[in-house]
Protein backbone atom coordinates (compact mmCIF):
# COMPACT_ATOMS: atom_id res chain seq x y z
CA UNK A 1 0.00 0.00 0.00
CA UNK A 2 2.82 2.34 1.05
CA UNK A 3 5.01 2.01 -2.20
CA UNK A 4 1.59 2.38 -4.42
CA UNK A 5 1.62 5.96 -2.71
CA UNK A 6 4.92 6.04 -2.57
CA UNK A 7 4.85 5.79 -6.49
CA UNK A 8 1.76 8.01 -6.74
CA UNK A 9 3.87 10.74 -4.93
CA UNK A 10 6.99 10.89 -7.05
CA UNK A 11 5.07 10.71 -9.99
CA UNK A 12 3.51 13.67 -8.99
CA UNK A 13 6.00 15.22 -8.47
CA UNK A 14 7.84 14.96 -11.43
CA UNK A 15 4.62 15.90 -13.23
CA UNK A 16 4.86 18.86 -11.02
CA UNK A 17 8.16 19.67 -11.40
CA UNK A 18 7.26 19.38 -15.30
CA UNK A 19 4.36 21.99 -15.48
CA UNK A 20 6.47 24.36 -13.23
CA UNK A 21 8.66 24.14 -16.08
CA UNK A 22 6.46 25.21 -18.51
CA UNK A 23 4.62 27.99 -16.64
CA UNK A 24 8.82 28.76 -16.51
CA UNK A 25 8.02 29.77 -20.42
CA UNK A 26 5.13 31.48 -20.43
CA UNK A 27 6.29 33.70 -17.47
CA UNK A 28 9.77 34.75 -19.38
CA UNK A 29 7.90 35.84 -22.29
CA UNK A 30 5.47 37.39 -20.30
CA UNK A 31 8.80 39.51 -18.75
CA UNK A 32 9.94 39.91 -22.14
CA UNK A 33 7.15 41.60 -23.86
CA UNK A 34 6.47 43.87 -20.37
CA UNK A 35 10.83 45.08 -20.89
CA UNK A 36 9.21 45.82 -24.26
CA UNK A 37 5.95 47.49 -23.33
CA UNK A 38 8.47 49.56 -21.24
CA UNK A 39 10.86 50.35 -24.16
CA UNK A 40 7.90 51.56 -26.66
CA UNK A 41 7.16 54.15 -23.65
CA UNK A 42 10.27 54.98 -22.96
CA UNK A 43 10.49 55.77 -26.91
CA UNK A 44 7.56 57.72 -26.85
CA UNK A 45 8.38 60.22 -23.75
CA UNK A 46 11.59 61.05 -25.49
CA UNK A 47 10.84 61.46 -29.07
CA UNK A 48 7.38 62.80 -28.87
CA UNK A 49 8.21 64.90 -25.71
CA UNK A 50 11.92 65.09 -25.80
CA UNK A 51 11.58 64.18 -22.33
CA UNK A 52 15.20 64.07 -20.41
CA UNK A 53 15.70 60.46 -19.02
CA UNK A 54 14.50 61.16 -15.50
CA UNK A 55 11.05 62.65 -16.89
CA UNK A 56 10.90 60.06 -19.61
CA UNK A 57 11.03 57.16 -16.54
CA UNK A 58 8.85 58.81 -14.70
CA UNK A 59 6.37 58.94 -17.47
CA UNK A 60 6.55 55.33 -18.32
CA UNK A 61 6.20 54.24 -14.77
CA UNK A 62 2.68 55.80 -15.38
CA UNK A 63 2.13 53.07 -17.84
CA UNK A 64 3.79 50.27 -15.87
CA UNK A 65 3.01 48.30 -13.12
CA UNK A 66 4.30 46.11 -10.78
CA UNK A 67 7.80 45.70 -10.21
CA UNK A 68 8.62 47.31 -13.77
CA UNK A 69 6.94 50.45 -12.26
CA UNK A 70 9.17 50.22 -9.58
CA UNK A 71 12.56 49.94 -11.60
CA UNK A 72 11.48 53.11 -13.32
CA UNK A 73 10.38 55.12 -10.10
CA UNK A 74 13.33 54.28 -8.39
CA UNK A 75 16.16 55.00 -11.50
CA UNK A 76 14.19 58.43 -11.88
CA UNK A 77 14.51 59.30 -8.11
CA UNK A 78 18.41 58.60 -8.06
CA UNK A 79 19.06 60.14 -11.57
CA UNK A 80 16.96 63.07 -10.39
CA UNK A 81 18.84 63.32 -6.85
CA UNK A 82 22.23 64.19 -8.78
CA UNK A 83 24.31 62.07 -6.15
CA UNK A 84 27.17 61.88 -8.02
CA UNK A 85 26.30 58.17 -9.54
CA UNK A 86 26.55 57.17 -12.97
CA UNK A 87 24.05 56.50 -15.25
CA UNK A 88 25.03 53.27 -16.57
CA UNK A 89 25.38 52.44 -12.12
CA UNK A 90 21.73 53.82 -11.37
CA UNK A 91 20.40 51.81 -14.37
CA UNK A 92 21.98 48.43 -13.66
CA UNK A 93 21.91 48.68 -9.97
CA UNK A 94 17.61 49.64 -9.97
CA UNK A 95 16.94 46.94 -12.72
CA UNK A 96 19.00 44.32 -10.27
CA UNK A 97 16.93 45.20 -7.77
CA UNK A 98 13.71 44.90 -9.53
CA UNK A 99 14.51 42.09 -11.60
CA UNK A 100 16.70 39.36 -9.94
CA UNK A 101 14.06 37.33 -9.31
CA UNK A 102 12.51 37.34 -12.30
CA UNK A 103 13.02 33.70 -14.81
CA UNK A 104 15.04 35.43 -17.78
CA UNK A 105 18.12 34.13 -18.71
CA UNK A 106 21.61 35.54 -17.74
CA UNK A 107 22.01 36.66 -21.46
CA UNK A 108 18.58 38.74 -21.45
CA UNK A 109 18.89 39.71 -17.39
CA UNK A 110 22.55 40.90 -19.10
CA UNK A 111 21.25 43.05 -22.07
CA UNK A 112 18.55 44.76 -19.50
CA UNK A 113 20.72 45.61 -16.69
CA UNK A 114 23.13 47.21 -19.57
CA UNK A 115 20.56 49.33 -21.36
CA UNK A 116 21.55 52.56 -19.16
CA UNK A 117 25.40 52.10 -20.82
CA UNK A 118 24.29 53.39 -23.94
CA UNK A 119 21.48 56.17 -22.79
CA UNK A 120 22.11 59.81 -22.37
CA UNK A 121 24.51 60.27 -24.74
CA UNK A 122 24.68 62.65 -27.86
CA UNK A 123 21.60 63.72 -29.81
CA UNK A 124 17.95 63.20 -29.26
CA UNK A 125 18.35 60.44 -32.51
CA UNK A 126 20.98 58.58 -30.88
CA UNK A 127 18.39 58.08 -27.64
CA UNK A 128 15.94 56.57 -29.94
CA UNK A 129 18.09 54.41 -32.14
CA UNK A 130 19.65 53.11 -29.10
CA UNK A 131 15.99 52.02 -27.61
CA UNK A 132 15.15 50.71 -31.04
CA UNK A 133 17.96 48.37 -31.39
CA UNK A 134 17.01 46.65 -27.92
CA UNK A 135 13.57 47.28 -28.72
CA UNK A 136 14.28 44.81 -31.77
CA UNK A 137 16.56 42.30 -30.12
CA UNK A 138 13.35 42.17 -27.89
CA UNK A 139 11.10 41.69 -30.44
CA UNK A 140 13.44 38.50 -31.92
CA UNK A 141 13.49 37.00 -28.85
CA UNK A 142 9.65 37.31 -27.98
CA UNK A 143 9.12 35.42 -31.38
CA UNK A 144 11.36 33.33 -31.06
CA UNK A 145 10.79 32.10 -27.81
CA UNK A 146 6.65 32.05 -29.06
CA UNK A 147 7.53 29.83 -31.74
CA UNK A 148 9.52 27.00 -29.15
CA UNK A 149 6.91 27.58 -26.45
CA UNK A 150 4.51 24.97 -27.29
CA UNK A 151 6.87 22.49 -27.98
CA UNK A 152 9.09 23.18 -25.18
CA UNK A 153 6.03 23.41 -22.76
CA UNK A 154 4.86 19.59 -24.26
CA UNK A 155 8.47 18.67 -23.78
CA UNK A 156 8.64 19.66 -20.01
CA UNK A 157 5.29 17.95 -19.00
CA UNK A 158 6.18 15.03 -20.58
CA UNK A 159 9.65 14.98 -19.41
CA UNK A 160 8.40 15.37 -15.42
CA UNK A 161 5.99 12.88 -15.78
CA UNK A 162 8.57 10.50 -17.26
CA UNK A 163 10.93 11.31 -15.25
CA UNK A 164 8.22 11.00 -12.42
CA UNK A 165 7.65 7.40 -14.01
CA UNK A 166 11.76 6.44 -14.15
CA UNK A 167 12.27 7.09 -10.53
CA UNK A 168 8.82 5.40 -9.17
CA UNK A 169 10.08 2.28 -11.18
CA UNK A 170 13.42 2.40 -9.95
CA UNK A 171 12.56 3.32 -6.32
CA UNK A 172 10.26 0.03 -6.26
CA UNK B 1 18.44 79.11 -1.03
CA UNK B 2 19.21 75.53 -0.81
CA UNK B 3 22.95 74.47 -0.69
CA UNK B 4 22.33 71.24 -1.71
CA UNK B 5 20.63 71.63 -5.10
CA UNK B 6 23.22 74.11 -6.19
CA UNK B 7 25.81 71.46 -5.11
CA UNK B 8 24.53 68.34 -6.72
CA UNK B 9 24.66 70.45 -9.75
CA UNK B 10 28.31 69.61 -9.90
CA UNK B 11 30.76 67.12 -10.19
CA UNK B 12 32.25 65.03 -7.05
CA UNK B 13 35.61 66.80 -7.03
CA UNK B 14 33.68 70.10 -7.76
CA UNK B 15 30.82 68.95 -5.03
CA UNK B 16 33.40 68.42 -2.43
CA UNK B 17 35.40 71.29 -2.55
CA UNK B 18 31.78 73.51 -2.26
CA UNK B 19 31.03 71.40 0.49
CA UNK B 20 34.30 71.69 2.18
CA UNK B 21 34.38 75.71 1.64
CA UNK B 22 31.34 76.36 3.88
CA UNK B 23 29.79 79.29 1.97
CA UNK B 24 27.06 81.96 2.08
CA UNK B 25 24.79 80.61 -0.98
CA UNK B 26 22.84 84.23 -0.13
CA UNK B 27 26.40 85.65 -1.14
CA UNK B 28 27.37 83.55 -4.04
CA UNK B 29 26.34 84.68 -7.70
CA UNK B 30 28.14 82.41 -9.49
CA UNK B 31 30.57 79.76 -10.42
CA UNK B 32 33.05 78.92 -13.19
CA UNK B 33 34.28 76.28 -14.48
CA UNK B 34 36.93 76.32 -16.96
CA UNK B 35 38.87 73.45 -18.14
CA UNK B 36 42.31 73.46 -16.23
CA UNK B 37 41.96 76.74 -14.87
CA UNK B 38 41.19 77.42 -10.97
CA UNK B 39 37.75 76.78 -9.89
CA UNK B 40 36.18 81.13 -9.81
CA UNK B 41 33.15 82.00 -7.62
CA UNK B 42 31.78 85.27 -7.71
CA UNK B 43 31.20 85.90 -4.08
CA UNK B 44 30.03 88.91 -1.81
CA UNK B 45 31.04 91.16 -4.17
CA UNK B 46 34.20 90.04 -5.05
CA UNK B 47 36.09 86.73 -6.92
CA UNK B 48 37.64 84.14 -5.42
CA UNK B 49 38.99 80.47 -6.64
CA UNK B 50 38.76 77.20 -4.14
CA UNK B 51 41.56 75.57 -2.98
CA UNK B 52 42.32 71.55 -2.23
CA UNK B 53 43.68 71.78 1.57
CA UNK B 54 44.48 75.19 1.80
CA UNK B 55 46.79 74.62 -0.76
CA UNK B 56 46.97 75.04 -4.56
CA UNK B 57 43.77 76.20 -6.23
CA UNK B 58 41.88 73.45 -7.25
CA UNK B 59 42.28 73.23 -11.42
CA UNK B 60 39.18 71.66 -13.39
CA UNK B 61 39.48 69.19 -15.54
CA UNK B 62 37.34 68.25 -18.46
CA UNK B 63 36.16 65.22 -16.86
CA UNK B 64 34.82 67.14 -13.99
CA UNK B 65 32.68 69.34 -16.99
CA UNK B 66 31.58 66.28 -18.35
CA UNK B 67 30.22 65.01 -15.17
CA UNK B 68 28.47 68.26 -14.27
CA UNK B 69 27.06 68.68 -17.45
CA UNK B 70 25.16 65.32 -16.83
CA UNK B 71 24.21 66.16 -13.32
CA UNK B 72 23.01 69.28 -14.81
CA UNK B 73 21.02 67.99 -17.78
CA UNK B 74 19.66 64.93 -15.78
CA UNK B 75 21.86 62.88 -18.06
CA UNK B 76 19.87 63.78 -20.99
CA UNK B 77 21.85 66.57 -22.82
CA UNK B 78 19.96 65.86 -25.44
CA UNK B 79 16.95 66.89 -24.45
CA UNK B 80 18.56 70.69 -24.22
CA UNK B 81 19.96 70.87 -27.47
CA UNK B 82 17.43 73.83 -28.54
CA UNK B 83 19.01 75.38 -25.26
CA UNK B 84 22.84 74.78 -25.84
CA UNK B 85 22.12 76.19 -28.73
CA UNK B 86 21.24 79.60 -27.03
CA UNK B 87 24.45 78.90 -24.85
CA UNK B 88 22.55 77.65 -21.85
CA UNK B 89 20.08 76.10 -19.60
CA UNK B 90 18.06 76.50 -17.00
CA UNK B 91 17.83 74.31 -13.99
CA UNK B 92 15.68 73.46 -11.35
CA UNK B 93 15.78 76.79 -8.65
CA UNK B 94 15.74 79.46 -11.78
CA UNK B 95 19.52 78.79 -11.98
CA UNK B 96 21.42 79.31 -15.33
CA UNK B 97 24.38 77.30 -16.32
CA UNK B 98 25.91 79.26 -19.38
CA UNK B 99 28.03 77.02 -21.28
CA UNK B 100 31.09 78.05 -24.11
CA UNK B 101 33.04 75.50 -26.58
CA UNK B 102 33.47 74.96 -30.33
CA UNK B 103 30.15 75.57 -31.97
CA UNK B 104 28.81 73.38 -35.10
CA UNK B 105 27.57 75.62 -37.35
CA UNK B 106 25.21 74.51 -40.21
CA UNK B 107 25.77 76.73 -42.68
CA UNK B 108 25.03 79.97 -40.78
CA UNK B 109 22.91 78.32 -37.97
CA UNK B 110 24.19 77.12 -35.15
CA UNK B 111 23.50 73.62 -34.41
CA UNK B 112 25.05 72.61 -31.16
CA UNK B 113 28.10 72.92 -29.58
CA UNK B 114 31.08 69.96 -28.88
CA UNK B 115 34.26 70.33 -26.45
CA UNK B 116 32.34 72.71 -24.20
CA UNK B 117 35.03 73.81 -22.25
CA UNK B 118 33.75 76.74 -19.82
CA UNK B 119 30.76 76.00 -17.23
CA UNK B 120 29.05 78.93 -15.84
CA UNK B 121 26.52 78.39 -13.20
CA UNK B 122 24.80 82.47 -12.19
CA UNK B 123 22.63 81.29 -9.59
CA UNK B 124 19.04 83.01 -9.38
CA UNK B 125 18.70 85.56 -6.71
CA UNK B 126 14.87 86.91 -5.83
CA UNK B 127 14.92 89.55 -3.82
CA UNK B 128 11.57 90.07 -3.11
CA UNK B 129 11.07 94.03 -2.26
CA UNK B 130 13.90 95.22 -3.65
CA UNK B 131 11.71 96.95 -5.99
CA UNK B 132 9.78 98.50 -2.75
CA UNK B 133 11.37 102.12 -3.03
CA UNK B 134 10.87 102.08 -7.36
CA UNK B 135 6.93 101.51 -7.58
CA UNK B 136 5.68 104.81 -6.43
CA UNK B 137 7.45 106.26 -9.44
CA UNK B 138 6.54 103.42 -12.27
CA UNK B 139 2.49 103.18 -10.77
CA UNK B 140 -0.12 104.97 -9.16
CA UNK B 141 -3.26 104.58 -8.55
CA UNK B 142 -4.45 106.04 -11.97
CA UNK B 143 -1.53 104.80 -14.03
CA UNK B 144 1.06 102.13 -14.82
CA UNK B 145 4.09 103.92 -16.35
CA UNK B 146 5.91 102.44 -19.71
CA UNK B 147 9.54 102.03 -18.12
CA UNK B 148 13.04 101.01 -19.34
CA UNK B 149 15.28 99.52 -16.70
CA UNK B 150 19.07 100.05 -17.85
CA UNK B 151 22.67 98.56 -16.33
CA UNK B 152 25.57 96.95 -16.78
CA UNK B 153 25.47 93.27 -16.73
CA UNK B 154 25.41 92.14 -13.14
CA UNK B 155 23.79 95.24 -11.44
CA UNK B 156 20.63 93.48 -10.72
CA UNK B 157 18.33 94.72 -13.85
CA UNK B 158 16.50 91.24 -13.67
CA UNK B 159 16.29 90.83 -9.76
CA UNK B 160 14.60 94.52 -9.90
CA UNK B 161 12.13 93.74 -13.31
CA UNK B 162 11.23 90.53 -10.90
CA UNK B 163 10.07 92.30 -7.90
CA UNK B 164 8.17 95.36 -9.54
CA UNK B 165 6.10 92.11 -12.01
CA UNK B 166 5.74 90.70 -8.80
CA UNK B 167 4.40 93.52 -6.95
CA UNK B 168 1.88 94.82 -9.77
CA UNK B 169 0.56 90.86 -9.75
CA UNK B 170 -0.30 91.18 -6.21
CA UNK B 171 -1.19 94.49 -5.54
CA UNK B 172 1.32 96.45 -3.21
CA UNK B 173 0.15 99.30 -0.25
CA UNK B 174 -3.24 100.21 -1.42
CA UNK B 175 -2.95 99.72 -5.24
CA UNK B 176 -4.60 97.09 -6.30
CA UNK B 177 -3.16 94.01 -8.39
CA UNK B 178 -2.90 93.72 -12.00
CA UNK B 179 -2.58 91.02 -14.61
CA UNK B 180 0.67 90.93 -16.05
CA UNK B 181 2.14 89.22 -19.06
CA UNK B 182 5.41 87.98 -19.34
CA UNK B 183 7.75 86.87 -21.97
CA UNK B 184 10.90 84.85 -20.14
CA UNK B 185 12.86 84.48 -23.00
CA UNK B 186 16.10 83.01 -21.05
CA UNK B 187 13.95 81.84 -18.54
CA UNK B 188 15.92 84.03 -16.13
CA UNK B 189 12.53 85.74 -14.88
CA UNK B 190 10.27 83.30 -13.57
CA UNK B 191 13.16 80.06 -13.33
CA UNK B 192 10.96 78.37 -14.64
CA UNK B 193 12.04 74.62 -14.27
CA UNK B 194 9.80 72.17 -16.47
CA UNK B 195 6.90 74.84 -16.87
CA UNK B 196 6.75 75.10 -13.18
CA UNK B 197 8.34 78.86 -12.24
CA UNK B 198 10.88 78.76 -9.30
CA UNK B 199 10.56 82.45 -8.94
CA UNK B 200 7.41 84.43 -7.60
CA UNK B 201 6.11 86.22 -9.83
CA UNK B 202 2.73 87.16 -8.16
CA UNK B 203 -0.32 85.84 -8.31
CA UNK B 204 -1.91 87.92 -11.41
CA UNK B 205 1.08 86.79 -14.11
CA UNK B 206 0.90 84.58 -16.94
CA UNK B 207 4.30 83.97 -18.47
CA UNK B 208 5.51 82.77 -21.77
CA UNK B 209 8.74 80.56 -20.97
CA UNK B 210 11.44 80.43 -23.64
CA UNK B 211 9.32 82.08 -26.19
CA UNK B 212 11.34 84.86 -28.53
CA UNK B 213 10.58 88.53 -26.83
CA UNK B 214 8.58 89.96 -29.98
CA UNK B 215 6.66 86.91 -31.03
CA UNK B 216 6.30 86.41 -27.66
CA UNK B 217 4.54 90.10 -26.54
CA UNK B 218 2.26 89.20 -29.84
CA UNK B 219 0.93 86.09 -28.30
CA UNK B 220 0.59 87.54 -25.16
CA UNK B 221 -1.56 90.10 -26.58
CA UNK B 222 -3.63 88.19 -28.63
CA UNK B 223 -4.97 85.57 -26.03
CA UNK B 224 -3.88 86.81 -22.45
CA UNK B 225 -5.27 90.38 -22.66
CA UNK B 226 -2.44 91.82 -20.25
CA UNK B 227 -2.23 95.02 -18.23
CA UNK B 228 1.28 94.66 -18.48
CA UNK B 229 3.65 93.13 -20.75
CA UNK B 230 6.96 92.83 -19.05
CA UNK B 231 10.01 91.52 -20.95
CA UNK B 232 14.08 91.48 -20.40
CA UNK B 233 16.70 92.96 -21.95
CA UNK B 234 15.45 94.08 -25.31
CA UNK B 235 18.22 94.56 -28.14
CA UNK B 236 17.27 92.79 -31.26
CA UNK B 237 15.71 95.07 -34.25
CA UNK B 238 12.50 92.89 -34.11
CA UNK B 239 11.91 93.45 -30.00
CA UNK B 240 11.53 97.01 -30.64
CA UNK B 241 8.69 96.43 -33.33
CA UNK B 242 7.22 94.35 -31.02
CA UNK B 243 7.71 97.14 -28.59
CA UNK B 244 5.21 99.36 -30.80
CA UNK B 245 2.73 97.29 -31.17
CA UNK B 246 2.24 96.81 -27.26
CA UNK B 247 2.24 100.56 -26.41
CA UNK B 248 -0.13 100.90 -29.71
CA UNK B 249 -2.64 98.00 -28.20
CA UNK B 250 -3.16 100.09 -24.71
CA UNK B 251 -0.57 97.53 -22.68
CA UNK B 252 1.80 99.18 -20.57
CA UNK B 253 5.21 97.80 -20.88
CA UNK B 254 8.13 97.52 -18.33
CA UNK B 255 11.85 96.17 -20.21
CA UNK B 256 15.07 96.16 -18.72
CA UNK B 257 18.34 96.84 -21.81
CA UNK B 258 21.96 96.89 -21.46
CA UNK B 259 23.61 99.88 -20.70
CA UNK B 260 25.97 102.31 -18.44
CA UNK B 261 24.10 105.89 -18.86
CA UNK B 262 21.46 107.95 -20.80
CA UNK B 263 24.05 108.98 -23.28
CA UNK B 264 25.38 105.46 -23.81
CA UNK B 265 21.50 104.07 -24.23
CA UNK B 266 20.18 106.59 -26.51
CA UNK B 267 23.57 106.18 -28.92
CA UNK B 268 21.43 102.77 -29.81
CA UNK B 269 19.69 103.96 -32.96
CA UNK B 270 16.59 101.73 -31.88
CA UNK B 271 16.55 102.94 -27.73
CA UNK B 272 17.02 106.51 -29.69
CA UNK B 273 13.92 105.74 -32.10
CA UNK B 274 11.45 105.23 -28.85
CA UNK B 275 13.12 108.11 -26.58
CA UNK B 276 12.05 110.71 -29.70
CA UNK B 277 9.05 108.85 -29.56
CA UNK B 278 8.54 109.42 -26.02
CA UNK B 279 7.71 105.98 -25.40
CA UNK B 280 9.10 105.41 -22.24
CA UNK B 281 8.10 107.58 -19.34
CA UNK B 282 10.45 106.50 -16.83
CA UNK B 283 13.97 105.36 -17.35
CA UNK B 284 15.61 103.60 -14.14
CA UNK B 285 19.48 103.40 -13.93
CA UNK B 286 21.36 101.04 -11.76
CA UNK B 287 24.58 101.26 -10.40
CA UNK B 288 27.62 99.26 -9.89
CA UNK B 289 27.62 98.82 -5.92
CA UNK B 290 28.72 96.37 -3.22
CA UNK B 291 25.16 95.06 -4.15
CA UNK B 292 23.24 94.68 -6.61
CA UNK B 293 19.82 96.49 -7.26
CA UNK B 294 20.97 99.80 -6.49
CA UNK B 295 19.07 102.55 -8.74
CA UNK B 296 21.32 105.74 -9.26
CA UNK B 297 18.61 107.69 -10.92
CA UNK B 298 15.30 107.58 -12.72
CA UNK B 299 14.19 109.83 -15.55
CA UNK B 300 10.78 110.90 -16.68
CA UNK B 301 10.38 110.95 -20.38
CA UNK B 302 11.99 114.31 -21.14
CA UNK B 303 14.99 113.15 -19.31
CA UNK B 304 14.87 114.69 -16.39
CA UNK B 305 16.06 113.38 -13.33
CA UNK B 306 13.61 112.86 -10.76
CA UNK B 307 15.04 110.64 -8.00
CA UNK B 308 18.51 109.53 -6.85
CA UNK B 309 20.31 107.31 -5.02
CA UNK B 310 17.51 104.76 -3.67
Known sequence: MYRIVGCILVVAAGAGLGVSESIRVSERIYTLEMLLRMVICLKGEIRCGNASLPDAFYGAAGRMNGKYREFLITAADRMKARKGEKLSQICRECAENSLKKSCLTHGEKDAFFSVGEYLGYMDLEMQIKQLSLYEKNLEEEISRLKEEASGKKRLYRSLGILGGLLLAVLLV | ?310
Open chain 2, 1 to 310: MDANQIQNLFASNVRQLLVDADLDYDKLYEIRLRVGRPLFLTYDGGECFLRQKDTEPYLVTREDLKETLEYVSGYSLYAYEDEIRQGFLSVQGGHRVGVTGKVILDGNRIRGMKYISCINVRLAHEIQGCAQSVMPYIQTREQIMHTLIVSPPRCGKTTLLRDIIRQMSNGWGNISGVTVGVVDERSELAGCYQGIPQNDLGMRTDILDGCPKAEGMQMLIRSMSPVVVAVDELGKEEDFKAVESVIHCGCRLIATAHGDSMEETLAQPFFRKLWEARVFQRYIFLGKHDRAGIVEAIYDENGKCICTGL
